[in-house]
């Protein structure tokens, strides 16, 4: 009979109880206070709970949080490269001794924490130790800065695990993948590590890898928390599951969802990757180049050499166990119509490769189908469906400007311009939003932003749907107005400045709404007792001293098609 390689420290660990223990847990704690877990933590307490981050059983305390940030090991000397900590915020009652709910964000109950230890864990010492760096540009860096003060750590009993609906069939515990890889028949097992869709360059090297060792393949991809900007993990276990039923064989290859939270971490994550992959009972691991990077630091360095994860592991693989299999980078040879290895390249050979943003920009957001030698037909199938051509997609065009400078007047010509094109556009415009959805809400600071956040909801909706909406309101806040920007995804948020001096929209002021402002009959009046602020980089910006609404409209348009939202007019009649 074929084994498997060990857990990491002997045994898997399992947090989660049953039975009476359960029964009786369940009831205790609903009168506990209560921890709330951000969906990082969540993550975390799943891995812990199921031995994936074996021999941790729990959250660390101080002496085990101290020792990896130096050491890269536990308190007791087992390597342990990332620090894996339960921070609370200032609402959160926790006191050494007692036991406390730890809820997820619907507040639903996951387990019971018995408090050992509670301790203040240090942003500078973390970043600058594990990351190696404090720049915010670092994902993880940048989100430490939201987390509690405090940790607490203490020992764990698990009474549900984090609830997922979505390819519920692929998600396996280290247990579970262990009996798939029973039943493959082979002990060596080569586990594949991935935040991003399989393209024939990863299918290359995963088989590769497979035939060297004689062994079986592990198809481990990471859906609980990747680098912000990541293809979606539906779209991504779709092209996963078509691509390893239609080119793996299937005698020895296991497809498994890691439900794991990502730290970014380069050469660090590499190594804890290792161990987490050993847990699941994987004795190689492939490392290729950039494993686990962020990608660019403010200086647009980036943050970890590319071989620096290879370097790390290669040292620390031994005392974990489990074999790397690196891989420098491949390159597609044309004329040979394969895949090589960068340093077995010869010099003279024509070599191509596809970036990330050359696959988005130039294939995705135009309608371009990917090349064959790039990916398979069925990957390039799921990636078109997700990310329709930049004219399929929803765009908010999002005026701002002075009370009467001309938002509605020219958002109403737009819209009638857009449904000539063929697209079925939603107009909000601050007055109308402020008889129903806005209704009652007055002008102070708070309230013009409660008011501007509800339409950058609801456009962010429509947008997320592939429609076109306009909206227009004075939106005379720039932070507010980059909180909706970014509500709406920068890409398809467009941002038009209505710039009309103060002297022209008191002249064209039908309401007389300028001259109660004036005899100081209304207060808070934009532009005169309320503050105005011109956005610094609007994307366009239109005057209407000089230009009517129909030609600032036209210039929308214009724009649109520019960027691709709208096909211009002549190919549109032809496709
Ligand atoms: P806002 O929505 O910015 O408060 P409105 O569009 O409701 O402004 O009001 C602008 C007024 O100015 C309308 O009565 C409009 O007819 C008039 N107006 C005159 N010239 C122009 C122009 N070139 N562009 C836009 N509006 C103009
Ligand atoms: P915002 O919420 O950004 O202030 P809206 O476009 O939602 O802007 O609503 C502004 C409209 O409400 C103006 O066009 C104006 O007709 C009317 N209004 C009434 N009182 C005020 C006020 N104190 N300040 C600004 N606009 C006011």
């Known amino acids: 009979m074929n084994r498997l390689i060990e857990p990491f420290g002997g045994r898997l660990i399992n947090r989660v109880v049953g039975g ?13 206070s209560s921890v709330q877990l951000s969906h990082r933590s969540a993550c975390d307490l799943e891995l812990l709970a199921t031995g994936a981050f074996s021999p941790l059983a729990t959250f660390m305390g101080r002496a085990d949080y101290e020792s990896v940030l130096g050491e890269m090991r536990l308190a007791d000397g087992t390597l342990f490269p990332v620090p894996i900590t339960l921070p609370v915020g200032p609402e959160s009652d926790v006191k050494v001794g007692q036991d406390v709910a730890l809820r997820d964000a619907k507040f639903e109950l996951l387990a019971v924490m018995r408090v050992e230890e509670v301790f203040e864990w240090n942003l500078a010492a973390e970043a600058r130790q594990v990351y190696q760096t404090t720049d915010t540009r ?11 003060r405090r940790c607490v750590s203490g020992e764990l009993r698990v009474l549900n695990l984090p609830k997922h609906h979505d390819f519920d069939d692929l998600r396996r515990s280290p247990v579970e993948v262990r009996a798939l890889l029973l039943k493959t028949g082979r002990s060596n097992v080569v586990a594949f590590q991935t935040r991003n869709p ?12 497979v035939e060297n060792i004689d062994g079986a393949l592990l198809v481990h991809p990471v859906v609980g928390q990747t680098n912000p900007g990541d293809v979606d993990s539906y779209t991504r276990v779709r092209s996963y599951k078509t691509v390893v039923a239609n080119y793996f064989d299937e005698r020895r290859t296991v497809l498994s969802l890691l439900p794991l939270a990502m730290r970014m971490a380069g050469p660090r994550e590499c190594v804890w990757h290792a161990i987490i992959r050993r847990n699941f009972g994987a004795n ?5 180049r950039d494993h ?11 943050f970890y050499a590319p071989y620096e994860a290879q370097q790390l592991l290669g040292r620390l693989g031994p005392e974990i166990g489990v074999e790397m299999i690196p891989y420098r980078e491949l390159f597609y040879l044309p004329e040979e119509e394969r895949y090589e290895e960068e340093q077995r390249i010869p010099a003279n050979a024509k070599r191509i490769s596809l970036s990330g943003s050359a696959v988005r920009d130039e294939y995705l957001a135009k309608g371009n189908k990917l090349p064959n030698w790039f990916t398979r037909p069925e990957v390039a199938e799921v990636l078109a469906a997700a990310y329709p051509p930049r004219h399929k997609q929803g765009f908010c065009i999002w005026f701002t400007g002075l009370p009467c400078a001309g938002k509605s007047t020219i958002a109403e ?24 959805l806005s209704k009652g809400l007055g002008y102070s600071r708070e309230d013009r932003d409660t008011n501007i956040q509800r339409i950058g909801f609801v456009a962010s909706e429509i ?3 592939r429609g076109a909406v306009i909206c227009a309101a004075i939106s005379p ?3 507010t107005r980059n909180r909706v920007r970014s509500m709406v995804g920068k890409d398809n948020f467009i941002l038009v400045y209505v710039d009309t001096p103060l002297e022209l929209c008191e002249q064209r002021d039908a309401k007389g709404l300028y001259a109660k402002a004036r005899r100081g009959e209304l207060k808070e009046f934009t532009g005169i007792g309320d503050p105005y602020e011109p956005p610094h980089s609007p994307d366009l910006t239109l005057t209407t001293a000089t230009c009517s609404p129909e030609d600032n409209s036209r210039k929308v348009v214009r724009f649109l098609t520019e960027r691709g939202f709208l096909l211009p007019a002549s190919e549109k009649s032809r496709r």
Not at 138 to 148: C, F, R, T
Not at 284 to 288: A, R
Not at 415 to 435: K, M, N, P, W, Y
């Open 463 to 465: 947008v997320r749907h």
């Open 198 to 209: 399989i393209h024939r360059a990863h299918e290359e090297l995963t088989k590769r890898a």
């Open 292 to 302: 686990a990077s962020p990608g660019l630091n403010s200086e647009g360095q980036p």
């Open 138 to 148: 670092h994902p993880l860096v940048a989100e430490m800065h939201s987390w509690g």
């Open 20 to 32: 009476a223990e359960r029964s009786d847990l369940l009831k205790k704690a609903a009168r506990l």
């Open 284 to 288: 190689y691991f492939i490392v290729g």
């Open 413 to 436: 010509v737009l819209s009638e311009l857009l449904a000539e094109r063929g697209r079925q556009v939603t107009l909000l415009d601050g007055d109308v939003v402020r008889t129903h």
């Open 477 to 479: 806040y720039q932070a």
